[in-house]
């Protein structure tokens, strides 16, 4: 189950840095060499979803969990917007249903 979370983990990273990256550019008037690693990163997202063992419909689903989680770090880690009690609620509701996918998927 470590190994699962760890890999939705770095799957998540990589696609939220892949959309950021182009955020920047067009919204932050970044400069437009910010797409050459945002093109690698959703490169790397793309591949690191081939790795998972399970079904790919289940997959997304149980890996909507922990990015919704991911999603609230990055948002306080980059952005310096601190999560709020119910966005930490809503991360462990996120991960238990998680849980309940990948477990279940093992049986």
Not at 13 to 39: F, H, V
Not at 42 to 69: C, E, K
Not at 86 to 106: F, H, K, Q
């Amino acid at each position: 189950m470590l190994k699962t979370l760890l890999l939705f983990t770095a799957t998540a990273l990589a696609e939220i840095t892949g959309c950021y990256l182009p955020y920047l550019w067009l919204r932050q008037n970044g400069s437009p060499w910010l797409l050459l690693p945002a093109i690698l990163s959703l490169t790397v997202f793309v591949w690191l979803l081939t790795l998972h063992p399970t079904a790919s419909g289940r997959v997304y689903a149980a890996y909507g969990g922990v990015y919704i989680g991911t999603a609230l770090l990055w948002l306080w880690a980059v952005e310096g917007i601190k999560p709020q009690l119910t966005d930490w609620i809503g991360i462990g509701l996120c991960l238990s249903g998680m849980a309940v996918i990948m477990i279940g998927a093992r049986h």
